[in-house]
């Protein structure tokens, strides 16, 4: 159960066309302590969901344009872990009940109890996963036990806050997760913060790259060995299955696993005992396992170089983790991020990127993903001899990246998109110093923002005043 005290400052989305009740959800909810934002359409939701995704959806089912059962759709299909709470009238409960067959968390009939729609939210807060910051997830304020278990993950993008909340419910659980994704995403990292989330924290986490050791070293290692067992075991060797008992074993890049070390895999896994290398008894394990692969498996199994009773053993809970050109919004937060880690390392007084620089880094191509975003800041932080990292170094790091094949409207669109969010993040909505920095003037950069459905209010900070400035 999630205390009360981390509900408090949850943030919460009311959708309503109607102002009069909006304002009125909107003071009952931060009274009781909620962070609220509010929309009037399933347009501006959206668009406010895309830029601080919230932990509940509070709407009408009555809106004009796409209606309150058109943005659960849209919302299921892109956030199928964000509750989301119907308001309806007598006459759409008919309605109101076929969408929570489908997955609504559930709705209320007008007029409504606000104590009965305060408990409704309180349940829903109790199935999502713990409000993160927005500019880094690992470090919270008045919240460090709550978020010890990200430590080291930063974001602020939506599809890694589902992906982050998928990974808290699951957990705590003792379910075997397969985490699906390219190199350099992540898949590591992603599998501690699962082990730190789980009953099993205080129990080892062991790590091993089933490509990176040959087959018949990898055996031993795995499953530990009894001396004389082969030409060179002068000595007993515990494995790391064993090694892992009471914890969690990490298996990367399982899809290159030998056949032969599958069977034995699988006996492990559906037995829970493990027998060394040399040894004529098994002995009892206690292991979660969660493995990764940037390989299509089903592929793998079609042509018999992957065991099918092993593959529904390890895929219980899938988890995918996007690749870095999919959360384009992370990486100025990853950049800098990384800066803060490498400065310190060699002891340099750096404090970030050019604006220029930033830019680079924010529209290139990552072909390696996270993995590669380190390294371009590493280089770029070993050779800078100024406090803000030139344009120049970065695109030395960086090379010449491929380009992705998009159609030239396609590119500009999300160019344009992105650009127009970097730009209201860096300024917290100020519109003025936007357009400034794009070089337009302010109507034209309304209509820009319009296109997109994006308004600057969403990007001030909580107090700020709403005023034009």
């Not at 008045?142 to 939506?158: D, H, K, M, Q, T």
């Not at 060699?346 to 529209?363: H, N, Q, R, V, W």
């Amino acid at each position: 159960m999630i205390a009360k005290a981390e509900m408090a400052g949850a943030a919460v989305l009311v959708v309503d066309d109607d102002e009069d009740i909006l304002c009125l959800l909107t003071m009952r909810l931060k009274a009781r302590g909620f962070r609220v934002t509010a929309a009037s359409s399933a347009e501006e939701a959206l668009a406010r969901i895309a830029v601080d995704p919230p932990r509940v959806v509070v709407s009408d089912v009555c809106l004009p344009g796409r209606d309150g059962l058109a943005l659960f759709e849209e919302i299921r299909a892109t956030r199928p872990t964000l509750p989301v709470i119907l308001l309806t009238a007598h006459g759409n409960i008919p309605d109101a009940v076929d969408a929570t067959s489908r997955g609504v968390f559930g709705y209320l009939t007008k007029p409504f109890d606000s104590q009965t729609l305060l408990e409704k939210i309180d349940q829903a807060l109790q199935l999502s996963a713990p409000e993160l910051p927005a500019d880094a997830a690992s470090s919270a304020a008045g919240n460090a036990r709550a978020e010890e278990w990200l430590a080291g993950i930063v974001f602020r993008s939506s599809q890694m806050a589902e992906l982050l909340a998928e990974a808290r419910m699951v957990a705590a659980s003792e379910a075997s997760v397969l985490i699906r994704g390219e190199s350099g995403t992540g898949k590591e990292v992603l599998a501690q913060a699962i082990h730190r989330a789980s009953p099993r924290a205080k129990g080892p986490f062991i790590a091993i790259n089933c490509g990176a050791i040959p087959e018949q070293l990898l055996e031993s290692e795995l499953f530990g060995h009894l001396k004389g067992s082969f030409t060179g075991a002068g000595a007993s060797r515990v494995g790391l299955i064993q090694a892992a008992n009471g914890g969690t074993l990490f298996l990367d890049e399982i899809g290159d696993m030998p056949l032969s070390l599958q069977v034995k895999l699988l006996r492990v896994l559906q037995e829970r005992v493990v027998r060394p290398v040399g040894a004529t008894h098994a002995e009892p394990v206690d292991v979660r396992l969660i493995s990764a692969t940037h390989r299509d498996l089903e592929a793998a199994m079609a042509q018999g170089q992957f065991r099918e009773d092993l593959y529904y053993r390890l895929d219980v809970v899938s988890l995918n983790l996007p690749r870095l050109d999919e959360r384009r919004e992370d990486i100025p937060l990853l950049a800098a991020h990384f800066v803060h880690l490498v400065a310190g390392k060699y002891g340099k007084p750096i404090s970030g990127f050019a604006p220029d620089a930033l830019e680079a880094l924010a529209t290139s191509t990552w072909p390696g993903n996270v993995r590669q975003l380190y390294n371009v800041v590493e280089q770029s932080c070993a050779l800078t001899s100024t406090p803000l990292i030139p344009l120049s170094l970065v695109q030395r790091a960086l090379r010449v990246p491929a380009m992705e094949a998009l159609s030239y409207a396609e590119a500009k669109q999300r160019f344009e998109r992105n650009y127009l969010v970097q730009l209201l993040k860096l300024t917290d909505g100020n519109v003025a110093d936007a357009a400034r920095i794009a070089d337009r003037n302010r109507t034209e950069f309304y209509r820009l923002l319009q296109k997109y459905d994006l308004t600057p209010a969403m990007f001030r900070s909580e107090g700020e005043s709403v005023a034009e400035r």
